[in-house]
């Protein structure tokens, strides 16, 4: 069974950096669209960036670029997401997902959440003020 789980979450004051992992088991994680997800409890899920495994160019929401990056180990089946500069807007459960093939251009828009076929159980970002 395919299990995706989400590491790293925590604490933190605005201006510092987590790094949050996610770790693919009893998955071939070559060739697959990944992507890092967020939901705080008054606003829908978002997407915060995504990447094909398989090397391309990474995407990110308006609201991450410059301060997020998101990374993999494809030898470990690992995908990360290196926060820095957290502002108190970034606290949210987040998620990382993994779906088959390309990341469409969209991949960060709603309409294209069904493309994922497997969700982690997330992982908590707390940034205080």
Known sequence: QVQLVETGGGSVQAGGSLRLS??????????????????APVTGREGVAGIYTGGDTPYYADAVQGRFTISQNNAKNTLYLQMNSLKPE???M????AGPG????????????????????????????
């Open 22 to 39: 996610c770790a693919a088991s009893e998955y071939t994680y070559s060739s697959k669209c990944m992507g890092w997800f967020r939901q």
């Open 102 to 129: 390309h990341c469409p251009r969209s991949v960060l828009a709603p309409r294209s959440f069904w493309l994922f076929d497997y969700w982690g159980q997330g992982t908590q970002v707390t940034v205080s003020s």
């Open 94 to 97: 987040y998620y990382c997902a």
């Open 90 to 92: 970034d606290t949210a």
